[in-house]
């Protein structure tokens, strides 16, 4: 694309749209792509650990890289340290059930959390048991927040009591949760779910303010984390010769003119030209003609799946680079057949933050009927955008020749670490993986522990340097969806404004696939329902709509409707059906558009989280939910297009 003379780029991600936001100003960096305080660490000093909306069960297997797979070892430990462990989640998730009876389950109404947290925080100070000093050493703008804390900003003091009628946790439960983290070392382990909500900048903001107040940042087995559920993080980080890379530009190219926050891209193509507003700037969408997707699965990650099924008509063409018929190539004008990891030569490391092994990964079989690797096709289609431009996109060099350059610059960052790699052929000979040396400093790393023992010589990257609980950068943009310190504020929709009948629609991380990654395969006999995307749900919800455990039901809202398997189970919050995203669209046209496979995103409202991060907001849905009766459709959502 920089080739061709540039193009629309993207901001963010859908994972952490609005953590990546807000982070930044709060303690100078995203924090969810961040190395943790070590596990070593935490098992030999924690006495409390709190997963804060996180599923590390399900969701360590996603990484940037390979998984190192050490995650379950350290958390099955947990399991057995005698810690107190929580987990604060609508849904008693599989790690919960993986702790079992050594792991309490607190079930909030479905994206109360910053309401739940200022309820503790108030408990805090009232029983004065907030850290002042590391309060005044450490942070910036609690006065202000305090204000809004006490009610003295707006006349309603954010006490147990008022919390627990937002979020259905009694107030006595809220002030021993805040009296059981003053009272020992607290290590507040929060997922991302939470914050792909709207107002979703406000959930880690507030945790932070949180582990802020009870003033145990810094410290051995304390304060908070925001990626121990993901890539293993915590994992310690080892002496590695850590792998290059090919970079987004080349020399004489042009960049991205532009760039639009990932989760906005149904409004850029709805709206070309209109304004909008990120992160302190005020911004126009792009006229996007030409939409070319490789490597993603937009049309089940991307919320209200007819709204963005319309957008998807505007450009004049659709490019996708897909290896399978998912529902973004089966709406694309032309589909480039990728290869598949197995038809390839590529390297990796495992564990974006150990990076414990180089791995090789040697082509097993030739690519099939017209399938080709992404670097040769950029390459070929380089040269017919201009004479030259395979040399151009290539540099001279062929797909192993990268690898081999790829290799020998980790060879020279290992040099710097005492690690010494053999030869590239060597390596590639053997063909198995190289386990980097640990380090012991890395093992008893503590975040934040030199900013905390010394603000002034070790200061953050925020404007202040420090923690920042007030930040009058944000303040001063005027944006009444993101304030210039957490607040609680009432979604769009929530269990507070449902109308009769409608639960609100929790879309988590499935527990048998990546993604949508294998849907379409055999591994679907492992959780579907019915032939379905399984719908979990309470009892007392279940039997009020006369549906039993295996029923198909149907779920549906003035976005969309979808068929799903019952689940029920008292392990969900009532009032809250939990749906796992993923699962490949299959609208039935002949059936008033029902999709047939379950996918949730047509359920789901495209909205930002607010205009600091545009963030996903997808879990921000309400739905209603029946017995299904209607005629029996069959499956195609994993079907071929038909032939021409």
Same mark, same amino acid.
């Given at each position: ?23 930044? *100003?709060? /303690?100078?960096?995203? @924090? ?7 596990? =070593?660490? /935490? ?71 910053? +309401? ?8 805090? /100070? ?51 949760? +805040? ?10 382990? $929060? ?22 107040? &009870? ?60 304004? *909008? ?6 911004? !126009? ?31 004049? &063409? ?23 990891? *197995? ?21 097993? /079989? ?16 380089? @040269? ?22 790829? *290799? ?16 590239? #052929? ?13 380090? +012991? ?15 002034? #010589? ?16 944000? #303040? ?9 310190? =957490?607040?609680?504020?009432? =979604? ?13 629609? &929790? ?72 749906? !796992? ?6 609208? @039935?046209?002949? +059936? ?17 989280? $607010? ?19 209607? =005629? ?13």
């Amino acid at each position: 694309m920089a080739l061709a003379g540039g193009y629309t780029g993207h901001l963010g991600d859908y994972s952490t749209g609005a953590a990546q936001a807000i982070m930044p *100003y709060v /303690v100078g960096g995203n @924090e969810v792509y961040q190395q943790q305080t070590s596990w =070593p660490v /935490v098992l030999e000093h924690s006495d409390v650990v709190v997963l804060w909306s996180a599923n590390p069960l399900n969701t360590l297997k996603i990484a940037w890289n390979a998984s190192d797979e050490q995650g379950i070892a350290y958390f099955a430990a947990l399991r057995n340290s005698g810690k107190r462990l929580i987990c604060i989640d609508p849904m008693r998730s599989e790690s919960a059930a993986f702790f079992g009876d050594k792991m309490e389950w607190i079930a909030p109404h479905m994206g109360t959390d910053v +309401a739940l947290m200022l309820g503790i925080a108030h408990t805090l /100070v009232k029983n004065g048991w907030h850290d002042d000093a590391f309060l005044a050493r450490c942070t910036t703008g609690y006065e202000t927040f305090a204000d809004y804390l006490l009610g003295v900003s707006d006349g309603v003091a954010k006490t147990a009591e008022w919390a627990a009628d937002i979020c259905g946790v009694s107030a006595a439960k809220i002030h021993e949760l +805040a009296e059981l983290f003053h009272k020992n070392t607290t290590m507040l382990m $929060s997922g991302w779910g939470m914050q792909r909500q709207q107002f979703g900048e406000q959930k880690h903001w507030m945790l932070v303010t949180l582990a802020a107040m &009870l003033g145990q940042i810094g410290t051995p087995g304390g304060g908070f984390g925001l990626s121990y559920h993901f890539a293993n993080g915590g994992n310690p980080t080892r002496r590695a010769a850590v792998l290059a890379s090919m970079q987004g530009s080349l020399p004489g190219g042009t960049d991205a003119v532009d760039k639009i926050p990932v989760a906005r891209i149904v409004e850029a193509l709805e709206n070309p030209g209109a304004p *909008y507003q990120h992160n302190g700037m005020n911004r !126009h969408f792009p006229d996007i003609r030409f939409v070319w997707w490789a490597g993603g699965a937009n049309f089940t990650h991307h919320q209200d799946t007819n709204r963005l099924i319309r957008a998807w008509q505007k450009p004049e &063409l659709v490019v996708i680079s897909e290896c399978f018929w998912t529902a973004a190539a089966k709406h694309a004008d032309i589909v480039l057949p990728a290869t598949t990891s *197995y038809e390839r030569n590529d390297l990796t490391m495992t564990g974006d933050y150990s990076n414990q092994h180089l791995v090789p990964m040697k082509q097993v /079989v030739p690519p099939r009927d017209e399938a080709r690797n992404d670097f040769d096709v950029f390459a070929e289609l380089s @040269e017919r955008w201009e004479t030259g431009g395979h040399a151009r996109f290539t540099e001279g060099k062929s797909e192993l020749e990268w690898l081999e350059t790829f *290799y020998n610059i980790a060879g020279q960052r290992g040099a710097s670490q005492q690690v010494t790699l053999p030869p590239f #052929a060597q390596f590639w000979e053997a063909n198995d993986l190289i386990e980097m040396p640990e380090n +012991a400093a890395n093992a008893q790393f503590i975040r934040f522990a030199d900013f905390r023992r010394d603000p002034d #010589a070790h200061p953050l990257k925020t404007d202040s340097g420090k923690i920042e609980i007030y930040s009058r950068r944000i #303040a001063d943009y005027g944006y009444a969806d993101c304030p210039g310190h =957490p607040m609680w504020l009432e =979604p769009d929709e929530w269990h507070g404004n449902a109308e009769p009948g409608q639960l609100q629609v &929790l879309s988590a991380h499935p527990a048998h696939r990546l993604h949508s990654q294998l849907n379409y395969s055999q591994l679907r006999e492992q959780y579907a329902v019915a032939g379905r995307e399984p719908i979990t749900l309470h009892p007392q919800d279940a039997q009020t709509r006369g549906i039993a455990d295996g029923d198909t039901v149907r779920v549906w809202n003035h976005r969309g409707q979808i068929l799903a398997g019952a689940v029920v189970t008292e392990g969900i919050r009532p009032g809250v059906i939990c749906i !796992h995203e993923g699962a490949w669209p299959d609208l @039935e046209v002949s +059936a008033g558009g029902i999709c047939k496979n379950g996918a949730v995103n047509v359920l789901t409202k495209d909205l930002p989280s $607010s205009r600091l991060g545009n963030g996903c907001a997808g879990n921000t849905a309400l739905a209603w939910i029946e017995k299904y009766t209607g =005629p029996s459709l069959t499956l195609t959502a994993f079907n071929p297009p038909a032939s021409p």
